[in-house]
């Protein structure tokens, strides 16, 4: 066919391949590396909710003052949240592999269990903060939904921004099929197709997006 | 994965090896780019130079004389006028008394091919160059040129086509193109993979000319349905880098999508042609006419991509936006000013530095650098993400043209003038 330098194009296709092949494996290398990030973060967290979990536990069975367990609940609570927003972050980087879908339901769980935790140490304690879930479609939101949940996001995050310590910021996907998280959105009547969702003191449930002033006067 | 990022990869993976095509090919044959063979037996080809012209008195003048200054000797230049309603016979006629090798053929209008083919059969030359009416070959440009046919099996030769005129800027990036192909095509020259040869100049041997039946009078661009035509017949075709031809690019948009549009619509018609020869049959089939279905493959499906990422983005702002204001909360958060790039963005951006090297190393190969200044490191950057981008798009528009000229059983014209 050609004259003598046909070759090229298989020198070409294996150099590419070569090449292309180290590109590829330096992106699992990150994506993984930002998974493992993830994974630490999340194992730091665990602990420090087993180590919360236990305290509500001992407040709960002593009559003792819990304002140091309210204390550790708030800057749990900053910490997931923002912890979340990192997970958010590397999960729409990421290309190549899905392993950080997995630690997003970790997460979901870990959240969940904080949920849970909250209410109780809010009842024992008398706490004056408020819990404020945002239960969001995670898996295959439509176009309006996505925007949707992203002005939530927004004003959610400026409304934590002013309100500091006086709200529980809690963002858990509501539809990775996990039972608990089911079992508690049935407690309070939310059904998967009405998210996102934002839910007020287990009481007040916000569907459609509202101003900031609006959802203040909820939280007042 | 999903089938996005699968897309991406797949172009990336395409680009690389593009650019390691090239860059094997040049490495290879680095020494010996700007080489060419000296004719065995000086001015050993008789040479007739062809000039159609259509309303070309603002520039056959100069042509003709560019022509004829050649150092190697021209034993007649025919310029073939199209019917021309300007000036063009009457300057060509004021010349014939300045040059006696100059000669005219009137005709009435019927394009280029039809005008070429009829200077054909007057053409006594062994050699017949073919030189476009704004154009205007370098003096020892048909010299260097000549040598390649001392190789029985080469059924013509091409050269380097650069830019005439360099003031404004959609000129200045023609420059760099004009450029980056004669470059390539040099180096495609190695695989026998060249596809074109230019209007502007181009030597071919009249009895292969004549074998092919001449120019096609149904392709809008003659210049490569004939090459194809020529490789169809198991000849070469050889590049001349040394040698140099300057032509007028277009100075106005309108005009430059018209002719990307006409270059387009002629590949397509060409390969229509030739389809019976896809993976058959030497360089054409096994390498030229896949490389141009792939080249319009990959285009389609990136304009579609681009489209549906246009599309949904808009899509996405539009609610996003309404909603933003139901809530009275802010556009852009802090944090989305903090991006964390993906595996693509890496790629994308490894991609962009080597073309942009490519593009530098061929245009100071080819001494077009001329890089001294913001502006014109400016239209480098332009070209390279700008300019190449709408290469896709006018082939849309070609194929879109084609098939409603298909209907309306119309004639597929020039559209330049």
């Given at each position: 066919?050609?004259?003598?330098?046909?070759?090229?194009?298989?020198?070409?296709?294996?150099?590419?391949?070569?090449?292309?092949?180290?590109?590829?494996?330096?992106?699992?290398?990150?994506?993984?590396?930002?998974?493992?990030?993830?994974?630490?973060?999340?194992?730091?967290?665990?602990?420090?909710?087993?180590?919360?979990?236990?305290?509500?536990?001992?407040?709960?069975?002593?009559?003792?003052?819990?304002?140091?367990?309210?204390?550790?609940?708030?800057?749990?609570?900053?910490?997931?949240?923002?912890?979340?927003?990192?997970?958010?972050?590397?999960?729409?980087?990421?290309?190549?592999?899905?392993?950080?879908?997995?630690?997003?339901?970790?997460?979901?769980?870990?959240?969940?269990?904080?949920?849970?935790?909250?209410?109780?140490?809010?009842?024992?304690?008398?706490?004056?903060?408020?819990?404020?879930?945002?239960?969001?479609?995670?898996?295959?939101?439509?176009?309006?939904?996505?925007?949707?949940?992203?002005?939530?996001?927004?004003?959610?995050?400026?409304?934590?921004?002013?309100?500091?310590?006086?709200?529980?910021?809690?963002?858990?996907?509501?539809?990775?099929?996990?039972?608990?998280?089911?079992?508690?959105?049935?407690?309070?009547?939310?059904?998967?197709?009405?998210?996102?969702?934002?839910?007020?003191?287990?009481?007040?449930?916000?569907?459609?997006?509202?101003?900031?002033?609006?959802?203040?006067?909820?939280?007042? | 994965?999903?089938?996005?990022?699968?897309?991406?990869?797949?172009?990336?993976?395409?680009?690389?090896?593009?650019?390691?095509?090239?860059?094997?090919?040049?490495?290879?044959?680095?020494?010996?780019?700007?080489?060419?063979?000296?004719a065995?037996k000086d001015y050993s080809y008789s040479i007739s130079v062809l000039t159609p012209a259509y309303n070309e008195e603002d520039s056959i003048e100069d042509t003709i004389k560019a022509a004829l200054s050649s150092e190697y000797p021209i034993k007649e230049m025919i310029v073939i006028d199209d019917g021309s309603?300007d000036k063009t016979a009457e300057i060509v006629k004021r010349l014939m008394k300045q040059y006696s090798n100059l000669k005219l053929l009137p005709k009435?209008?019927?394009?280029k091919?039809?005008s070429l083919n009829q200077g054909i059969k007057i053409a006594k030359g062994e050699l017949i160059a073919v030189v476009d009416s704004d154009s205007y070959p370098e003096k020892d440009s048909i010299k260097k040129m000549v040598?390649?046919f001392?190789?029985?099996?080469?059924?013509?030769?091409?050269c380097?086509?650069?830019?005439?005129?360099?003031?404004?800027?959609?000129?200045?990036?023609?420059?760099?193109?004009?450029?980056?192909?004669?470059?390539?095509?040099?180096?495609?020259?190695?695989?026998?993979?060249?596809?074109?040869?230019?209007g502007p100049l181009a030597l071919y041997r009249k009895n292969?000319l004549l074998?092919?039946?001449?120019?096609?009078?149904?392709?809008?661009?003659?210049?490569?349905?004939?090459?194809?035509?020529?490789?169809?017949?198991?000849?070469?075709?050889?590049?001349?880098?040394?040698a140099?031809v300057y032509?007028?690019?277009?100075?106005?948009?309108?005009?430059?999508?018209?002719?990307?549009?006409?270059?387009?619509?002629?590949?397509?018609?060409?390969?229509?042609?030739?389809?019976?020869?896809?993976?058959?049959?030497?360089?054409?089939?096994?390498?030229?006419?896949?490389?141009?279905?792939?080249?319009?493959?990959?285009?389609?499906?990136?304009?579609?991509?681009?489209?549906?990422?246009?599309?949904?983005?808009?899509?996405?702002?539009?609610?996003?936006?309404?909603?933003?204001?139901?809530?009275?909360?802010?556009?852009?958060?802090?944090?989305?000013?903090?991006?964390?790039?993906?595996?693509?963005?890496?790629?994308?951006?490894?991609?962009?530095?080597?073309?942009?090297?490519?593009?530098?190393?061929?245009?100071?190969?080819?001494?077009?650098?001329?890089?001294?200044?913001?502006?014109?490191?400016?239209?480098?950057?332009?070209?390279?993400?700008?300019?190449?981008?709408?290469?896709?798009?006018?082939?849309?528009?070609?194929?879109?043209?084609?098939?409603?000229?298909?209907?309306?059983?119309?004639?597929?014209?020039?559209?330049?003038?």
């Open positions: 066919m050609f004259n003598s330098q046909k070759n090229v194009f298989w020198q070409a296709l294996l150099l590419t391949i070569f090449i292309f092949s180290i590109g590829i494996l330096l992106g699992f290398s990150l994506e993984n590396w930002r998974t493992s990030q993830i994974s630490s973060l999340y194992q730091q967290s665990e602990l420090e909710l087993l180590d919360i979990k236990i305290q509500s536990e001992i407040y709960l069975s002593y009559d003792i003052d819990c304002n140091t367990a309210i204390s550790e609940n708030i800057n749990f609570a900053d910490r997931i949240y923002n912890e979340a927003k990192v997970l958010q972050k590397y999960e729409d980087s990421n290309r190549l592999t899905d392993s950080i879908t997995l630690q997003h339901k970790k997460y979901d769980l870990l959240r969940t269990q904080f949920w849970l935790n909250s209410i109780k140490i809010k009842e024992k304690c008398n706490a004056s903060y408020q819990n404020i879930v945002y239960l969001y479609d995670y898996n295959n939101p439509s176009l309006e939904i996505k925007a949707k949940q992203q002005v939530f996001s927004n004003l959610l995050g400026e409304i934590k921004y002013d309100k500091k310590d006086e709200i529980m910021l809690i963002p858990i996907a509501g539809d990775n099929n996990l039972s608990s998280v089911n079992l508690l959105m049935e407690k309070y009547n939310i059904k998967q197709e009405n998210l996102p969702i934002v839910l007020i003191d287990e009481k007040i449930k916000i569907y459609d997006l509202e101003t900031k002033e609006q959802i203040e006067k909820f939280l007042q | 994965m999903n089938s996005l990022s699968i897309i991406y990869l797949s172009y990336m993976f395409i680009a690389l090896y593009m650019l390691f095509f090239f860059l094997i090919l040049f490495v290879r044959n680095r020494k010996e780019l700007l080489n060419y063979p000296v065995e309603k009435e209008n019927s394009g091919a039809d040598g390649f001392n190789d029985l099996k080469v059924g013509a030769v091409t380097s086509v650069l830019v005439k005129h360099r003031n404004t800027f959609l000129e200045k990036l023609q420059v760099m193109e004009y450029a980056i192909i004669a470059w390539t095509r040099k180096l495609l020259g190695y695989i026998d993979g060249i596809w074109a040869t230019p292969v074998e092919v039946g001449g120019f096609d009078r149904n392709n809008i661009t003659e210049d490569i349905e004939i090459t194809w035509h020529i490789i169809s017949r198991g000849y070469k075709i050889e590049m001349c880098l040394p140099r032509s007028i690019a277009p100075k106005k948009l309108s005009y430059f999508i018209k002719q990307r549009i006409r270059w387009d619509i002629g590949g397509l018609q060409c390969i229509n042609k030739y389809k019976s020869l896809f993976l058959k049959r030497g360089a054409l089939g096994l390498f030229i006419i896949p490389f141009f279905a792939i080249s319009i493959f990959l285009g389609l499906v990136g304009v579609g991509v681009f489209f549906y990422l246009a599309i949904r983005n808009l899509i996405s702002s539009f609610f996003y936006t309404n909603y933003t204001l139901e809530a009275g909360t802010s556009f852009l958060a802090l944090e989305d000013l903090a991006i964390t790039p993906t595996i693509l963005n890496f790629f994308g951006i490894v991609l962009f530095i080597l073309g942009l090297l490519f593009t530098i190393f061929s245009l100071m190969s080819m001494k077009e650098g001329q890089f001294k200044g913001f502006r014109n490191v400016f239209n480098l950057i332009f070209y390279s993400i700008v300019y190449l981008t709408i290469y896709p798009l006018i082939l849309v528009i070609a194929i879109g043209k084609m098939i409603k000229y298909k209907i309306q059983h119309k004639k597929i014209g020039w559209g330049t003038k």
